[in-house]
């Protein structure tokens, strides 16, 4: 059992939980998913590489051949 899955699980819930609220607030006329997009693309924060190398980290392929 890997000492990652449940900080997996808590991240990716949160994620969920912020796209949830970003696609709430994006029913107000306000842009704020494409300015938070906009911000991600110009500045490429640290903190958004961490979270997606720690995403697709936990996704290794299994080994099919036998």
Known sequence: MS?????FYSRMALCFIVVIGLIILHVIPLPILE?????????RPYW???LVDQIYSSKKPENTSE
């Open 48 to 50: 958004f590489k961490n």
């Open 35 to 43: 300015t938070l997009v906009l911000y991600i693309l110009v500045v």
């Open 3 to 7: 000492p990652y899955k449940d900080s």
